[in-house]
């Protein structure tokens, strides 16, 4: 079946611009989670969303960024007024009903740079 | 302490040998253990998971996890240049529903 995709595969803007990130999981996973991961570094958790809960936000660096998941599905990441450190590649990932094993299964990625 | 910690190697090995990957973790409520394997440019993709205490196999594949120890390994028996990779372990804590992921170490297969 297909998997989680993600697009753009590449953006590049320019520093102070806002920029919008789609994900759209397997279907009929109930969790998506976002995630950044910069050049070298290991994955760092930004947001998670389960069914109709509220998002946990907690991983979120600034209030530049959100996010949003409508009808339970498709999820959208959007950075406000860009900076060079946001330059990374943003990965969204999703899970299947089962909680409490929280096997994750990842898109493609989105490699965001910040000229 | 680092929540989910690895060597970040480069680990490198002869091809056909044994390839052991570490990770500890500070969440002695710890349930579920994840191994994934991210190539270059590429996203994470999971191949061994592992909940109870012991090994499990699949495949060149053995995950062991000693929860008394806060360890996990992976095996890959029979390495292959094409296992060259980093493998990012990720442990699901005790509370909440986000896997924590250690920063990754890098294998070298050399053939």
């Known amino acids: 079946g297909a998997g989680v995709s993600q697009s753009p595969s590449n953006k590049v803007t320019e520093k102070g611009k806002d920029v919008e990130l789609r994900c759209d999981p397997i279907s009929g996973h109930t969790a998506l989670y976002w995630y950044r991961q910069s050049l070298g570094q290991g994955l760092e958790f930004l947001i998670y969303f389960q069914g109709n809960s509220a998002p946990d936000k907690s991983g979120l660096p600034s209030d530049r960024f959100s996010a949003e998941r409508t009808g339970g599905s498709v999820s959208t990441l959007t950075i406000q007024r860009t900076q060079q450190e946001d330059s990374a590649v943003y990965l969204c990932?999703?899970?299947?009903?089962?909680?409490?094993?929280?096997?994750?299964?990842f898109g493609p990625g989105t490699r965001l740079t910040v000229l | 302490q680092k929540e989910v910690e690895q060597n970040s190697g480069p680990l490198s090995v002869p091809e056909g040998a044994i390839a052991s990957l570490n990770c500890t973790y500070s969440?002695?409520?710890?349930?579920?253990f994840f191994w994934y394997r991210q190539y270059s440019g590429k996203s994470p993709e999971l191949i061994m998971f592992?909940?109870?205490?012991g090994d499990k196999e699949d495949g060149r594949f053995t995950a062991q996890l000693n929860k008394a120890s806060q360890y996990v390994s992976l095996l890959i028996r029979d390495s292959q240049p094409s296992d060259s990779a980093t493998y990012l372990c990720?442990?699901?804590?005790?509370?909440?529903?986000?896997?924590?992921f250690g920063a990754g170490t890098i294998l070298r297969v050399k053939s």
């Open positions: 592992i909940y109870s205490n």
């Open positions: 990720a442990v699901n804590m005790e509370y909440g529903n986000k896997l924590v």
């Open positions: 969440d002695r409520g710890s349930q579920s």
């Open positions: 990932a999703s899970r299947g009903r089962d909680r409490g094993r929280n096997e994750q299964f």
